[in-house]
């Protein structure tokens, strides 16, 4: 099926495709009676909505969930997450295995387009060490949340809601069951640590986890040449000094808001700042009375994003990283881009420029349509714009106030998030009209 279908389609433009049907058939099972309490029919650009929202691991709503939807339209919601955050090549591959012990070369072709990994990590390896991290970190999460919520409601709800939870914690989908996100639990300490453990295991990417737990496995056998991978040094680090960057201009943009609390108020910090960063769209505290530097910083966060191969969004930190080096590399008259003693290929370069200018121009083009359109500040509209592209699902509490135009606008962004911008430009490129040969070089002015 797959050699018929790869004649007329590429795999960029296939899987492009497929995230639209999967939102679209979530769309109209959302919109149907028996997944609201009201048992009524939702209008189908909010249930298109809440479904792109969903499978772009997003988090933008709006209806609350909790109220809203009945169990089965949660149910409906926590699938699509779960699909949208591992990837629904994933899932493709789970069942070609399952059902013929193999994967044919077209199949892995299209699976490579849909997850991250080193090209030294086999396939089918990779996609079973996926599944087993989800089942183990999902688990973990759930007992975390378990331990709080079994005090406060009867065991199969305090479940269900803490499944719930950590499924979308760890698909950064930021969907809650709760009005109020988690801001009623900001002075939970293992509320606070166990979001943390989930939301940051989702971010930096599948094979940053696979390589980690590969080093220490190499360094309890004390091999000497265990390392971490260029990769995964460039998501960590740049990871975590964001954590901290956003942590630090929200605390001093903040001081005393929240709580009179200084440890309450740096745990407030950091955990909008992993929030943006990691694009799980969680909050704590009340976003709609953040002062503009912590939405600004937010944004800049938000636009980032994850890491590749994980479950959020952005632009994602490598390309971030390879952007600014190259930068610092030309300023200092340098040719080649270098960090722990490696240096990063022009190809990667190329193409992390490339992410960013597709999310650059892609974000602005909507937020001038939306500040045309919708009746907010600037400040509020580019921080929904922003969310929505780095599939957050933070919001400055004007999303269920967004007219139809408007929700069909951010729900593009969703979209464009969750393929990605780079898929998305290549999805309008004809590749194979490349040519082998180039031009006399020339220089030009750029300051």
């Not at 769309?27 to 609201?36: D, Y």
């Not at 339209?73 to 069942?95: A, C, D, R």
Request: overall charge positive.
């Amino acid at each position: 099926m797959l050699r018929s279908i790869e004649k007329v389609l590429s795999p960029i433009q296939l899987l492009s495709i497929g995230y639209v049907v999967i939102i679209l058939l979530g769309a109209i099972l959302l919109m149907l009676p028996i997944s609201s309490t009201n048992s009524s029919y939702q209008f189908f650009v909010d249930s298109l909505f809440t479904s792109a929202s969903a499978v772009s691991t997003t988090g933008l709503v709006v209806v609350d969930t909790g109220t809203y939807y009945s169990t089965f339209g949660e149910i409906v919601i926590l699938i699509l997450i779960q699909i949208g955050g591992l990837g629904y090549m994933l899932f493709f591959v789970v069942f070609t295995v399952l059902l013929t012990e193999k994967l044919s070369i077209s199949g892995k072709k299209y699976l490579r387009e849909a997850v991250s990994r080193n090209q030294s990590v086999d396939l089918i390896k990779f996609v079973k060490l996926t599944l087993l991290y989800t089942i183990v970190i999902e688990g973990i999460g759930t007992l975390g949340y378990y331990l709080v919520w079994v005090n406060k409601y009867p065991a199969v709800y305090a479940l269900y809601s803490s499944f719930f939870h950590s499924v979308s914690a760890f698909c950064t989908a930021g969907f809650g069951l709760y009005p109020d996100s988690l801001s009623s639990y900001s002075k939970s300490i293992i509320i606070n640590i166990n979001t943390f453990f989930l939301v940051i295991t989702g971010g930096i990417g599948f094979f940053v986890l696979y390589d980690i737990i590969n080093f220490f496995k190499q360094k309890i056998k004390k091999n000497n040449v265990a390392r971490l991978s260029l990769h995964s040094k460039l998501v960590l680090s740049f990871t975590f000094s964001l954590f901290v960057f956003g942590a630090v201009v929200i605390l001093i943009s903040e001081p005393a808001k929240f709580s009179d609390n200084i440890f309450q108020n740096i745990l407030n910090a950091f955990f909008q700042s992993v929030s943006a960063s990691t694009t799980v769209g969680f909050n704590t505290v009340d976003i709609t009375i953040m002062s503009n530097a912590s939405l600004f910083v937010m944004i800049i966060l938000m636009f980032i994003g994850a890491s590749p191969g994980s479950t959020g969004g952005g632009i994602k930190t490598t390309s971030f990283a390879a952007s600014v080096l190259s930068s610092i590399a030309s300023l200092k008259g340098k040719n080649a881009v270098t960090i722990f003693k490696r240096t990063i290929s022009r190809v990667s370069i190329n193409k992390a420029n490339a992410q960013i200018f597709v999310a650059l121009t892609s974000t602005i083009i909507i937020t001038l349509i939306l500040s045309i359109t919708e009746k907010f500040s600037f400040i509020k509209i580019l921080f929904e714009a922003t969310s929505a592209f780095g599939t957050v699902g933070l919001s400055a509490g004007i999303t269920s106030g967004l007219s139809t135009i408007g929700k069909l606008l951010i729900t593009s962004l969703m979209i464009i998030g969750r393929v990605g911008p780079l898929a998305i430009g290549l999805f309008f490129v004809n590749k194979n009209g490349n040519n082998n040969y180039a031009y006399p070089e020339e220089e030009i002015f750029t300051a």
